[in-house]
Structures are given as structure tokens and as C-alpha cells.
């Protein structure tokens, strides 16, 4: 078979014409049905346009990995999206076509379905078991980073307050999309198991996420509450959001866990038709609900509220349904974020940010403000696993593995400079956008590789249940080989030395052939008879 560099040149070929296929159907179909909404310059074209090449980039960067380069794919997504928009001749058409009010209706559902699938990943029992660790895993670094960034930004960049700790908690929060995979293909292969390293930076995971969220909804609703409001109305505000969020939460989490009982889902009824309707439908009326809640939270004016809420709604109806009910319910949204949510998330965050209106300025004191607040993550996450009878390598590895940025960057990023009303404003939300892009592009596919090459250095190797086995079936081989060799050298031992073998052998066929003699003498008798 011909190929390039490695690759199959036929399969990329197949690959290029399904996707090409597809994409020339798509515009044919939506010129023909919506006019020029779909024709090329139409927001809809621009839209399709995006999320048919981000998908077929995530899928390139993917099969990237069989040849010994891991990079995640959503990275191929960002960079498509950013391609799409900046390109001479093309990002005028497409990526400066895209709908603003689309964009952001299109951020929220996926920051909705984020926190929909963190909470029902949460385990609250080993999250109670584990309180102390994880807690200081998941909220002391987070704490840290965001700290550092807001108080550089208030320095360097001159953020207000409020401000200065939305940005912070974006750039705290880690990506699961990028840790749990890599901490998990290093558990497969037997590194770090007895000590729990992986499972521990696992649970923690999904906290962190929410507690950067939570802070985030918070700040923003300070910041839109600080031009002519009093202060004791802003910090009456934090606690009442709390309140609302989680209330709304419970009640909701109650309702679809009494409309939706596992108890009847395992019943069989004489049509056989009940148990599959409720399977079927928990994941679409717990996302459809998390959605409701959340937009109409937002329009109450309690945007710090609905991001908890749906948190506390989908945590809740994942304990009343169950650890396996939860992960049938996680699987249908999984499916969704990976194949929909993921690929037009991370391109139109790309395409959002427009080089010509980037500042140097900007640039360089967000990387320098990164480095920072690496750093200060690092040394916080070091000393939060401290007591855990952890080596300073395992420790190590542990900071280490604690830096990719991506999903939480790319949902909020955009965010703040949606609520901006004023050009002050405008201009802080496209500082927060650049840097939450930066953060991606700087963390992402360095701390995958980081995670990959450190993890067989800092980690102690240990033996999996796979490789037991293999020692027990590799063991039970050499026995039988051992027992073989064994009756040939005996055999071939009377063989060579013994005389009396070689006479009883003769005896013994001598005594084989009588019987066999006296039966064909009786059947000749027989026979004449």
C-alpha cells in the first residue's frame, strides 16, 4: 500500500472525500432550505463551515497518537477555529460570519452540559471518605492560581477587583479532558496504583472544575452589580446566590428522581415497553432541565446561581439513581460532548479571537502571568498532598500533572466579554479571551506530554491484574513443559539402558495379540457355521 511519511494514502484519501462529501452536502442542503443564510458569507455556511473541519481536525490529531505523537484533540479543534477566522480570504467568510448571539447561546449549552457530567461523575462517597485530600487537592491550588492571576491583573493590567478573579478562577481550573485520560492509560500500564496517585487526581478533578465555575459565577455577578449598586447589596448577593443555586438544585434533583425511579425502570411489564422508556429517557430530561434552569436563573439576573444549581441537580440525581444508573445516564452525554458540544465549542473560542485586535502588550504579560501562576499552583499542589506517605518524586508528578488547561477556559473565556456593556468593558473581555486561549495553547499539549514522558520517570512501576495474570498462565506453561520433558526422558531412558524393557515389550504385545487372535479364530467358526 502507498504511503506518506507512514500514513496509508488510500484510508487518507477516503478520509479527505467523506469529509469533503459531507461538508458539500451540508451547504447544498442549507442554501436550498434557508437561502442565504446557508450560501457562503451566511452565518449558517460560517457555522457548518466550523464544526465539520474542527471534527475532522480532532479526528486527525487523534490518529496522531498511532504514530508516537499524543496530543489532544481539541487542541486541533482551537487551532482550526483560529484558522478559520484569522486565514486572509477565508476569515472573512467563515469565521467572521458566525452569529455572536449563536456563539453564546451555543457557550452556555456546553458549560450546562460540562456541569451536567462533572456532577454526575462525582462520587459523593468517595469524595466523603477522601474529604481532607481531595479537598485540598482540588481547592487550595485552584485558590492559589486564581489569587495570582487577579493580583497581577490588577497590577499589570489594571482589572478592577471583580474583574481580576473572574480571570483568575478561568485560568485556575484544570481540564479533566486532558488529566483523566493521561492518568488513566498510566494506571493501565501499572504506574502509581498502590498509592492511589491516579484515582486521587481523578476524584479531584471533577471539584476543581466546579469550584473555578462556582467562583467565576460569583465575581461575574459582582462585576455587573458594581456600576451604581451599593456594596452591601453586592456582598448580600454572594450568599443569597448560594442559596438560590443550591435550592434549586435539590428541588429539581428530587423531582426527576421521583418521575424517574430506578426501582420501575427495573420492572418487566407484561409489553416489555416501560424499563427502556425511563433508560431512555433520564439523559435527555436531566440535560433539558439543567438547560431550563440555567437560562432561567440567567434571566433572573442570578448568573452565579445557575452554574451551581446544576451542579447540585445533576450530584443529587446521580446519588438518588445510583453509581451504575448515573454512568448509563453519563453515557448518551459523553457521546454528545465528544461527536457535538466539543468540536464547536473549542472552534468558535478559536474563532473569537481576531489577531488584528490582539495587543503584543497583552500577549506577553498573559504569558508572563501564566508562568507565574504555574508555578504558584505547583508549589501549593506539592505541599496539599503532603501526609500522604507520598515520595517527593510521587509528589512531583503529582504538581506535575495538575497544569493542562482547555475545557473551563474555552467555556468561560468568551463569557465575560458577553456581559460587558461598556468599552472598558469590551476591552477586559478581550484580554480574558486571549489569555484563557493562551492558557490553552501553552497547557494543554505541554501538560499532556509532561503527564506521558514524567509519569514512568516519578511513578513507581507495579504489577496489574494483567500481568498476574500472564505470570500464573506463563507459569502453568512451564509445568506442563517441565512434565513432557519428563516422560521423554524416561521413555527415551528404557529405551536406551534398560534390557528388561526391551523383553517385556515384546511379552506385552505377545499378550496384546492372543486375545485379538482368539476373537478372529471364534468369528471363522462362527462364519462356516
Known amino acids: 500500500m502507498v504511503s506518506v511519511l507512514g500514513v496509508p494514502l488510500l484510508p487518507t484519501m477516503k478520509f479527505i472525500m467523506r469529509y469533503t462529501l459531507l461538508l458539500a452536502a451540508c451547504v447544498v442542503s442549507l442554501y436550498l432550505l434557508t437561502g442565504d443564510a446557508g450560501a457562503p458569507g451566511g452565518p449558517l455556511f460560517a457555522l457548518v463551515c466550523i464544526f465539520i473541519l474542527s471534527s475532522a481536525s480532532g479526528i486527525v490529531i487523534e490518529r496522531l497518537g498511532k504514530f508516537g505523537l499524543s496530543l489532544p484533540p481539541l487542541l486541533g479543534m482551537l487551532v482550526t477555529g483560529f484558522l478559520l477566522r484569522n486565514l486572509p480570504l477565508i476569515g472573512d467568510e467563515v469565521g467572521g460570519r458566525v452569529d455572536h448571539r449563536w456563539s453564546s447561546a451555543i457557550r452556555t449549552l456546553a458549560l450546562t452540559l460540562i456541569l451536567t457530567r462533572a456532577g454526575l461523575g462525582m462520587d459523593l462517597g468517595a469524595l466523603w471518605r477522601l474529604k481532607y485530600v481531595i479537598s485540598r487537592l482540588a481547592i487550595l491550588p485552584n485558590l492559589a492560581e486564581a489569587s495570582t492571576i487577579a493580583g497581577l491583573s490588577i497590577l499589570v493590567l489594571g482589572f478592577p477587583v471583580s474583574w481580576a478573579f473572574m480571570l483568575g478562577f478561568i485560568i485556575s481550573a484544570i481540564s479533566p479532558a486532558v488529566v483523566v485520560p493521561s492518568l488513566l492509560n498510566l494506571q493501565d500500564k501499572g504506574y502509581g496504583v498502590s498509592t492511589g496517585i491516579p484515582n486521587m487526581v481523578v476524584a479531584s478533578a471533577a471539584l476543581d472544575v466546579v469550584f473555578s ?4 459565577g460569583l465575581c461575574s455577578s459582582f462585576a455587573v452589580m458594581e456600576d451604581g449598586a451599593p456594596l452591601w447589596i453586592a456582598v448580600a448577593r454572594a450568599p443569597l446566590e448560594v ?3 443550591v435550592s434549586a438544585g435539590c428541588a429539581c434533583a428530587v423531582m426527576l428522581v421521583y418521575i424517574l425511579p430506578v426501582q420501575a425502570a427495573a420492572v418487566d411489564p407484561a409489553d416489555g415497553s416501560k424499563g427502556p422508556q425511563l433508560r431512555d429517557w433520564r ?5 433539558v432541565t439543567a438547560v431550563s434552569t440555567t437560562l432561567a436563573l440567567k434571566r433572573a439576573g442570578f448568573s452565579g446561581a445557575s452554574a451551581l444549581s446544576v451542579l447540585v441537580m445533576s450530584a443529587g440525581s446521580a446519588w ?16 454528545f460532548w465528544n461527536k457535538v458540544a466539543q468540536p464547536l465549542l473549542f472552534a468558535l473560542v478559536g474563532a473569537s479571537v481576531d489577531v488584528s485586535s490582539v495587543e503584543a502588550r ?6 508572563l502571568m501564566l508562568a507565574c501562576s504555574l508555578m504558584a499552583r505547583c508549589t501549593m499542589t506539592y505541599l496539599a498532598v503532603l501526609g500522604r506517605g507520598l515520595q517527593r518524586s510521587e509528589r512531583a508528578f503529582t504538581a506535575l500533572a495538575w497544569l493542562p488547561k482547555a475545557t473551563v477556559q474555552a467555556a468561560l473565556g468568551a ?3 458577553d456581559e460587558a456593556n461598556t468599552d472598558r468593558e469590551r476591552e477586559m473581555g478581550r484580554a480574558i479571551l486571549t489569555i484563557s486561549v493562551l492558557s490553552i495553547l501553552c497547557t494543554a499539549p505541554v501538560g499532556a506530554a509532561i503527564i506521558g514522558v514524567s509519569g514512568p520517570k516519578l511513578l513507581m512501576l507495579e504489577k496489574t491484574a494483567e500481568d498476574d495474570a500472564a505470570e500464573i498462565e506463563a507459569a502453568a506453561e512451564e509445568d506442563m513443559k517441565c512434565k513432557h520433558e519428563q516422560v521423554a526422558d524416561e521413555a527415551s531412558t528404557c529405551t536406551e539402558g534398560d534390557s528388561e524393557c526391551k523383553h517385556e515389550e515384546p511379552a506385552f504385545r505377545a499378550e496384546a495379540v492372543k486375545p485379538q487372535a482368539t476373537e478372529e479364530a471364534h468369528a471363522a467358526t462362527v462364519e462356516q457355521v
Do not use: C, D, K, M
Open 320 to 335: 438518588g439513581w445510583g453509581t451504575p444508573t448515573a454512568r448509563e445516564v453519563s453515557g448518551p452525554l459523553g457521546l
Open 283 to 287: 439523559a435527555p430530561l436531566l440535560f
Open 415 to 417: 463569557l465575560a466579554l
Open 362 to 367: 497583552t500577549l506577553s504579560l498573559g504569558f
Open 213 to 216: 465555575i462556582a467562583g467565576f
Open 243 to 245: 442559596i438560590i443555586g
